[in-house]
């Protein structure tokens, strides 16, 4: 007997809190909504907690009837596809990774399935392709297109296949798109990135259902005492702290433009960087200390402004779990920050590096009785509109219009 649900929120990886993309969002996602009855989670976490099936053990075992190693994985997919019925997904291009999804997605009828990357897309079509199933929604989590991300990764590798690596991308990425009968992005200014890149995007959309949910985050804990002044010997009053990425599309290069100016200017400001080391070298500068993987937290409680300098940007994560800190924020305008600004009115946008330059000595000039005001506008405009209830909240009721429309 099939359990009913209106939403199955599907991840073929496993989520992180502590990640970016799907695995983060996803991460916090599933702690807002809890254990809702209509909706429920299957990722990779899962499928790990799956009972074996007997004709898993079966096909397993019948592989060491061939003496020859590399050929019992080909002889092993051939053998759970016929045990289970799935050489209607072979024929399909469906990779065997999925097969234990599958077996997870049959236990329900679902209404609405989600999705959250390309890959996941296309198998979800050719599930629903082979099975009486609801309405596919997909959700992106780029800052832009998935074949100009994965483009531009291969090109910082040097690798002389990039220009194909983007050929096989975009049709994986039109199929997907193409293929989904609900779109679901944070913001109407989300949606710039991929309109300005992908020449048919804008007719997908005008064919499409649109919803947008604010993405939510579980707010950061500060720790009871920290020792990153000392630890980093740094003495000047204020700290500018940037944690992410480290290349073009999160503005990493930028950020190092817009330290080159205010460090020239100022001896009272120390650049606190954190994130992993990426292809652009980091500024040589002894009041730009680079941190690594870090607890955003710790750094954040010795903040006095964060800069989000994203040359495009879809809707952060990093920026909501700052907010949750009360720590002012300087963000570059476009997509989900200049939604932020205009839901809540209370982080500063700027709009080139010398309006970014600008608006920081700006705020640091403020008195302590200003920039506490500030503190305290930023905290509770997260708490009004991002936090993991009202995260979750909106998501149910998203689901549940889609249902009734």
């Known amino acids: 007997m099939k359990t009913a649900v209106d939403n199955i929120i599907f991840y073929s990886s496993g989520t992180n809190i502590r990640a970016g993309g799907p695995q983060g969002y996803l991460a916090n996602l599933k702690i807002g909504i809890g254990k809702q009855d209509n909706i429920i989670f299957i990722t990779q976490d899962t499928i790990n907690n799956q009972k074996t ?11 060491f009837l061939i003496p020859i190693k590399k050929y019992r994985r080909s002889l092993r997919l051939k053998l759970t596809s016929l045990l289970f019925g799935y050489n209607k997904y072979l024929k399909d291009g469906v990779d065997a990774r999925y097969f234990p ?17 390309i890959e996941d897309a296309i198998f979800l079509k050719s599930y629903l392709n082979h099975n009486r199933g ?31 690596v983007l050929k096989e991308w975009q049709k994986l990425e039109k199929e997907a798109f193409s293929g989904a009968d609900i779109y679901i992005f944070p913001s109407e200014e989300a949606v710039d990135c991929y309109t300005s890149s992908l ?5 997908f959309i005008d064919e499409r259902d649109i ?41 990493y290069d930028l950020l190092k433009e817009i330290a080159e100016k205010v460090l020239k200017q100022r001896e009272d400001v120390t650049f606190l960087i954190g994130g992993a080391a990426g292809s652009i070298p980091p500024l040589d500068h ?33 920026l909501l779990e700052v907010m949750s800190t009360g720590t002012p924020v300087l963000a570059s305008r476009g997509g989900g920050n200049t939604t932020v600004e205009q839901d809540t009115h209370a982080i500063t946008l700027y709009d080139n590096i010398d309006d970014c330059v600008n608006k920081l000595n700006e705020f640091l000039k403020l008195s302590e009785k200003e920039k506490s005001a500030a503190r305290k506008k930023i905290k509770q405009a997260y708490e009004q509109n991002y936090t993991l209830d009202v995260f979750a909240q909106n998501y149910a009721n998203m689901i549940k219009q889609v249902i009734n429309s």
């Not at 090109?155 to 990039?162: D, L, V």
């Open 101 to 117: 999804f599958i077996r997870e997605l049959d236990k329900y009828n679902f209404k609405t399935v989600t999705c959250h990357v």
């Open 199 to 203: 020449p048919y995007f804008q007719k």
């Open 134 to 164: 609801g309405k596919l929604m997909q959700m992106s989590h780029c800052p832009q297109p998935p074949s100009e991300e994965n483009y531009n990764t291969e090109k910082e590798k040097n690798n002389p296949e990039a220009e194909n």
């Open 286 to 318: 002894p009041r730009w200390i680079e941190i690594g993987r870090c607890n955003p937290a710790e750094v954040l409680s010795v903040t006095d402004t964060f800069i989000l300098p994203n040359r495009q940007t879809y809707f952060d994560l990093i």
């Open 211 to 251: 919803r947008y949910v604010r993405t939510g985050c579980q707010p950061l804990k500060a720790p009871d005492n920290t020792d990153l002044r000392n630890k980093y010997n740094i003495t000047t009053p204020f700290i500018v702290s940037y944690i992410g990425r480290h290349n073009s599309i999160k503005g």
């Open 53 to 63: 099936d007997f004709r898993n053990t079966l096909a397993y075992l019948s592989t």
